[in-house]
């Protein structure tokens, strides 16, 4: 603030010394509570999975500018008595901290957090920021008294200890105790808020300071065992009320009255511009022995520029401490606010990952070929939904000679967090033993059983952490970044004992609406209805295994052409059979359709008509060539039925869906057929499509599960042919079963 600034009539009113004490104190404990959030978010157990490379970028990007920051202060500043010697320290920290949550929100923002370089340096940030907490806590411990400097960091690591071995403990207890149907009791709730407060009393008596007891304890409770609801509403209150005011009251405390010449304001820049470069060339350095190109080196130490609260908890203990003067302490704050708010133009700027040209050929099954591996990213919410999700794996027949990978992906929503974070789980697969955590394991558990009973299955396991309204650019990144060609997303509503469909979670629904929309691969939506079931039961009964009898339902478009390649697939598994119904309009229905698209007087064709055309004739190119090369196998059988309209449609699907235990169709993105006539207006907003929409209805049967699958929109727009709509060696090559046949159609 300025002298006239302080001295006008408003300050003097609002702002006056009593009103500043009580914002002073506000604002503390809101940083309390604020760093208590940190610790609580933060895993430390991930520490031990941070590569070489990123603890490298780490370590060098602390102790070189935090020796540049000595220098600096020590040059700038050289008059001051030895009370303020200690600023130096201050400054060096300041200037080595990186803000984890800060850059985690700038890649997110910038689409850059499952890159490599996002990777890099949110495991550099992490090791930074707890590598920041020691520092902080030595420097507070030497700007206190040096001599009892010792006597500070020996009682803080006892108060670490007692945490480890009496606190967490009693406190995991006590929360599972007192859980009932996700609701905390008042005492609970106090216990909690009032155990944040001593503990960082207990840390400010040993002489560091009270952010770190509030750190410690928030790393003390394992994530995920305090409730979603409670998480959000004190995150709510300490961002939205009480940080606002800390960051006001540190405001204050600057006096640009002490920067009145250009030269004052050239030191700033002096001070901006080498703290920079020193993390900046620091970076490059090891980057450069790590084998990473220029550009990334560059914006990965633009990136470990960034500051975070740290910064600011280091600076406002100095001045507490008068360890910094006015001057000093306003030089380093715009330092720190100007470091902060360039990262992200600078990278805008800088670092724009470029995309391949070459586009990913492996985006809808229709274009792989016969022995290529199906890679296939299986999204799960719930535990629940499992067991179907790897049944339906299961029935894809995987084999040694035509591979399945799977990336099973367990979403968990990020409620009163700060960074959406993907964890890679390594050999080990270990998850912590909170209540997420303990269904991640079984989550874990059930994909990894499934990969060591089938030959042809490999498994990678990740975990995904992020917003339901994000969620799905976490699941289309990572689906592009593994070259997928088939999500799988469970349904938004499961069966009830009652046979009734229920909502889970209508933000479900949101992330498979999106994941539709952005989706670099094909999609399907499972509707589990016993799916899994079966295969348990067989299981417990010792059967080798269990007749799947699946049927697919073709009207025709993309999405139908897809659909039947996934189901051809399936019907190479030994034990499934396939029944595949075409629903036909007649020859002069469809004349009738096509002359109706035709414009009035030109007698020219619209773009409607030869879209019309074009999807007719690619349809019937299709299915030849599918009864051409399935016209061996007994276990596949084809069927013919002709429909007028929506009506009819539906009693034929009523008339014969009983039976099955799994349909497949097409979602029928984009198309437009009397055969479905009236069903559309039903589907209207629905993920699963017309027919989908129609099958998960209560008149239907309430046992066969539903597969409903969408074609990458790519594949439309690149146009297979119209004399080669599959690839040169086709899906519907035998898969593992040579059975002779006679006619089956």
Known sequence: MTRIQKHSPFFQAVFSVPSLVTLETMGNIGLIYFIFLLGLEMDITTISKVSKKAVAIALVG?????????ALYHLLFPDFGKSFQMGALVWGVALSVTGLPVIAKILAKLKLLYTDIGKTAMSAALANEISSWVGLTVMISLGNNARNAPWALMSTIGFIAFCVFVIRPSIIWTIRRTLKEGYYSEETICVILTSVLACGLATDLFGTNSMIGAFVFGLMIPNGLLGPRFLEVLKGFVEDVLMPVFFTASGFRTNFDTLTSYSSWFLVAAVIAVACLSKVVSTLVVAFFHGMPL?????????????????????????????????????????????????????????????????????????????????????????????????????????????????????????????????VHGPNRTTSQSDQGQVNHQILKAFEQFEEEHSGVLVHPLTAMSPYTTMHEDICNIAEDKRVTLIILPYHKRQTIHNNMEELNHAYKDVNDNVLVNSPCSVGILVDR????????????????????????????????????????????????????????????V?????????????????????????????????????????????????????????????????????????????????????TAGIDEWSEGSELGAIGNLLVASDFSSTVSILVVQQFAGARAAGEGLTNPWPSESHFEPFGKHRDMGNVY
């Open 62 to 70: 602390i102790f070189v500018p935090f020796a540049i920051g000595l």
């Open 295 to 423: 550009r990334e080196g560059v914006a990965l130490g633009v990136l470990m520029n960034t500051k975070g609260i740290l910064a600011l908890i280091a600076i406002n203990t100095g001045r507490d401490r008068a360890l910094l003067e006015d001057k000093a302490f306003t030089v380093i704050f715009i330092a720190i606010l100007v470091m902060t708010m360039a990262t992200q133009p600078i990278m805008s700027l800088l670092y724009k990952p470029k995309k391949s040209f070459l586009p990913n050929k492996h985006t809808a099954i229709q274009r792989l070929k016969q022995d290529a591996e199906l890679r296939i990213l299986a999204c799960v919410h719930e535990a629940h939904s499992v067991a179907g999700i790897v049944n339906l794996l299961e029935a894809s027949n995987p084999s040694r000679r035509s591979p399945i990978v799977v990336f099973s992906l367990h979403l968990i929503q990020l409620t009163g967090h700060t960074t959406a974070l993907l964890i």
């Open 530 to 589: 016993g799916f899994g079931k079966s295969a348990a039961v067989a299981e417990d009964s010792g059967a080798e295994g269990i007749e799947r009898h699946i049927s697919m339902l073709f009207i025709g478009g993309a999405d139908d052409r897809e659909a039947l390649c996934y189901a051809r697939r399936m019907a190479g598994h030994p034990n499934v059979t396939l029944t595949v119904v075409r629903f036909l309009e007649s020859k002069t229905d």
């Open 591 to 675: 004349d009738l359709r096509l002359s109706d698209l035709i414009e009035d007087e030109t007698g020219k064709v619209s773009m409607e008509a030869m879209d019309a055309q074009v999807e007719i004739r690619l349809d019937e190119s299709f299915i030849s060539e599918f009864r051409h090369r399935t016209a061996g196998d007994k276990s596949i059988m084809y069927f013919e039925k002709a429909v007028r309209n929506g009506a009819e449609t539906i009693e034929t699907i009523k008339s014969m869906c009983q039976g099955f235990d799994l349909l497949i169709v097409g979602r029928g993105m984009g198309m437009s057929s009397p055969l």
